[in-house]
């Protein structure tokens, strides 16, 4: 048993305690000029009716109040995000365990298909947005090409309002490289006893996978999914880039309508609102993502 | 350190607590000296002799790129230096300007000149750029009176001009037609159409669907170029003019979308998108994205046999389709006000941000873009007009390159109806109201009339929000 006793502060405890703010200042004055100041501006100017070019005006909750009680553009581009997120981080997080499983076999080449399948992380958004428009191109696409070919009307995959929020989802699992990577190493973490202790006690290949590699790499799967949650939430670039928010409104995301707002309006104060709320949703998100993890988090340390 | 008698010592008696000590002081005193210190001067010794005239160098910023856009702005910069004037002028290349330039008015350090692309009418309003009507006074080179019609008041908010037309302005109404699809249509191009009924039978005959209903050609795009486009200080709002109506109220700062016309117009616009099927259009559109510069656009490549557009369209289809064959004509107009043929001049102001040093030589440059020199570089280039009324002259040689361009230059003298750009202080927010109105109209989620109230409510709204005090 540790017994806790208190030591008492002195001069030299308050001299080292300076020395080390000393050595670490250049961190606290970036973090507070560029971190902190930032935070607490947007906080003020969310009460405010701000455009940068003129003083802010301070109104309350208006700003608030207006987001959650008129603005209709604010419940489409809310159900257009959660739809991204509720649909986009699950398939994401599939397909990479999968084909993180995939190249955790045997197999000729494998450090190739590695390579192949991270690839896409390394290339610039506007590269792929660029490569996937024609892709999706209902004109000269390489799938609508053939469509046509066979004599078959064109799939409009991002022009249509049912399959726009779809088609950015399926480029969203197509750069799942990071989290492929991640997964890589988490399955290589299995412990082999395991899985020969579950072989010896009758398990399937299917069983073996589900009830053991699974969750060992549950704690991987956690820190995908919270990381895939928060960027998908902040989603803006593809989406930018190939639909701006169409057609008619069925891709307007939460950055997207934030930046116009901020940019587009001027409108810094509903601008910063809105990034408050977004905030507060992913925090709440988060919150909910860690609290179920005592369920299905598996860390082997824990006894 | 070295001691007197030259050797090297390498022991030193400084702790770390006398380093520190030092160090601090050391930083503070930098510090200080930084906030004392004067701007940097020109590295001169006091023997040498001064200059005769001081070079100031003024930073330029253009959001206008691609190949075209580039030359001309590269020219220009250059043909500028090359004066061998006190001012010299940086060019930079600024995409998406309208973050960076509020960033940079809002961070205190604005360029000297802007041009291009950004929300004008917020920037005039706000007053984040500075009036130039001192300037323009005080100018041997620039009148008020030396733009065409309109130009200039489209550059100006409550009496002050906040900017000067430079590098792109003309006439944004033409009826473009593909000569080859009208004819293969069996339509006549001598009698183009003149009323929305006329056109419609048009679009009809020039759209074209293969066996399996996707469409080929497309007759009309209602949303394509200067037709989908606006309102803004360089372009109107097309459906709204082409049923005579202004949308914006100058004197009282209100809107007029509530208007029947505008209604009308809706109509209209979601009946040229039916014939097609708004699926189709949609994909259409997003394939082949729209205008005239690239030779992948819609019209450009022939699969769109009409389009609205402006003046520059003539040079930039000379470069993007050089093996096709185009015509123009008046747009048409609603069915009541047939007869009538209506123009619009618009262009992009030169502007002086606020908090600006240099602002003379920041307006030398301006001057200089508006003559014959920058002018030449910059229709050589893109086939782009300045707006002063001597270079509306269409029989100038220079314009009988790009075919068309004559027809758009005599249109400003000979239209019924010459409208002004509106200057709306929340512009940015009407646009995006205006592409959501067009939108839910034809995607079925709004019927015209209930479309035009919402928008007429958001923009109102929108203005008490931001400009309470002009709404009394």
Redesign the interface.
């Known amino acids: 048993m540790y017994t806790f006793t208190a030591q008492r502060w002195n001069r030299s405890r308050t001299r080292s305690l300076l020395k080390g703010l000393a050595f670490i200042s250049p961190w606290l004055v970036g973090f507070a000029a560029f971190v902190l100041y930032p935070i607490a501006a947007s906080a003020y100017y969310s009460l405010t009716r701000y455009d940068v070019l003129r003083a802010p005006r301070f109104i309350g909750l208006e700003n608030y109040i207006e987001l959650f009680t008129k603005d209709e553009i604010f419940r489409t581009v809310l159900s257009n995000t959660v739809y991204l997120v509720v649909l986009g981080v699950p398939a994401g997080l599939v397909v990479a365990f999968l084909l993180a499983s995939l190249l955790n076999r045997k197999m000729k080449a494998r450090p190739l298909f590695r390579t192949i399948f991270f690839l896409p992380v390394l290339v610039p958004a506007v590269a792929s947005a660029e490569v996937w428009r024609w892709v999706y191109n209902t004109n000269y696409g390489v799938i609508n090409a053939m469509v046509k070919s066979w004599g078959l009307p064109v799939i409009p995959f991002i022009s249509s309002m049912q399959l726009a929020k779809p088609s950015l989802i399926l480029i969203h699992m197509w750069t799942q490289g990071t989290a492929i990577i991640i997964f890589l190493a988490a399955l290589q973490d299995v412990p082999r006893s395991l899985k020969d202790a579950a072989r010896v006690d009758g398990a399937n290949a299917l069983q073996r996978f589900w009830h053991v590699t699974i969750p060992i790499c549950t704690p991987a799967i956690l820190f995908v999914t919270l990381t895939g949650m928060i960027g998908m939430f902040q989603y803006f670039t593809l989406g930018w880039l190939l639909t701006q928010g169409g057609p008619n409104e069925a891709t307007e995301f939460f950055s997207l309508y934030l930046y116009r707002n901020a940019f587009q309006y001027f409108k810094m104060g509903y601008a910063s609102a809105l990034a408050w709320i977004l905030f507060v949703i992913i925090l709440i998100f988060t919150l909910l993502i860690f609290r179920s993890s005592a369920r299905w988090v598996y860390y082997a340390g824990e006894s | 350190m070295k001691t007197m008698d030259g050797n090297v010592n390498t022991t030193t008696n400084l702790s ?2 006398r380093f ?1 000590q030092w160090s ?1 002081v050391g930083m503070g005193g930098a510090a200080l000296a930084a906030a004392c210190a004067t701007p940097a001067a020109p590295a001169a010794s006091e023997d040498a002799a001064a200059p005769a005239e001081e070079t100031v160098e003024i930073a330029w910023w253009h959001a206008w790129g691609g190949t075209t856009g580039m030359a001309a702005m590269v020219g220009v910069a250059e043909a500028f230096n090359a004066e061998g004037r006190s001012v010299q002028v940086e060019r930079l290349h600024v995409p998406e300007m ?2 960076k330039l ?1 960033a940079a ?2 961070g205190g350090t604005p360029p000297d000149v802007g041009v291009c692309c950004v ?1 004008y009418a ?2 005039y309003s ?3 750029v500075m009036p130039l009507d001192d300037f323009i006074d005080r100018s041997e080179i620039i009148q008020h009176d030396a733009f065409v019609d309109g130009l200039i008041e489209s550059m100006q908010w409550q009496g002050s001009t906040y900017g000067v037309p430079g590098f792109e302005a003309g006439p944004r109404y033409g009826l473009m037609y593909n000569k080859a699809l009208v004819e293969e249509a069996g339509l006549d191009a001598s009698q183009l159409p003149r009323t929305w009924e006329e056109m419609f039978e048009w679009h009809v005959e020039l759209t074209r669907f ?5 469409v080929e050609v497309v007759g009309f795009d209602p949303r394509d170029a200067t037709a989908g486009n606006g309102p803004a200080t360089n372009i109107p709002q097309f459906w709204a003019l082409t049923y005579g109506l202004d949308i914006w109220d100058a004197e009282t700062n209100t809107f007029n979308y509530d208007d029947e016309r505008f209604i009308s117009a809706l109509t209209t616009l979601k009946r040229f998108t039916d014939h097609v099927g708004v ?1 189709q259009m ?7 994205s729209g205008w005239t510069q690239s030779p992948s656009s819609s019209f450009p490549s022939g ?1 769109q046999a009409m389009l609205v557009t402006g003046y520059y369209a003539p040079g930039e289809l000379s470069h993007s389709a050089p093996d096709k064959e185009f015509g123009v004509g008046w747009a048409p107009v609603a069915e009541a006000r047939k007869g009538a043929t209506f123009q619009s001049v618009g262009g992009h102001p030169m502007y002086i941000p606020n908090g600006v040093e240099n602002v003379d030589a920041a307006f030398e440059f301006i001057e200089f873009c508006t003559q014959d020199k920058a002018q030449n570089v910059i229709f050589e280039n893109t086939g782009w007009l300045g707006g002063l009324k001597e270079i509306y002259d269409p029989d100038l040689p220079k314009y009988q390159k790009y075919s068309g361009l004559d027809w758009f230059l005599r249109s400003v003298n000979d239209a019924t109806e010459l409208w002004a750009c509106p200057v709306i202080p ?1 512009q ?2 009407v ?2 109201e205006r592409s ?1 109105t067009y ?2 109209v034809i ?1 079925g ?1 709004k019927e015209p009339e209930q479309a035009a109230q919402d928008m007429q409510e958001a923009c109102t709204e ?1 203005m008490r ?2 400009f309470p005090e002009l709404l009394g």
């Open positions: 770390r607590r520190l601090a309208n973050d509020l008015i809002a929300q917020q920037l706000r007053g984040a293969d066996d399996a209903g996707n699926q949609e994909s259409f559109r997003s394939s082949f699969v929340i940015g927010f646009n995006q959501r939108e839910a995607f989620d929108e929000k931001q």
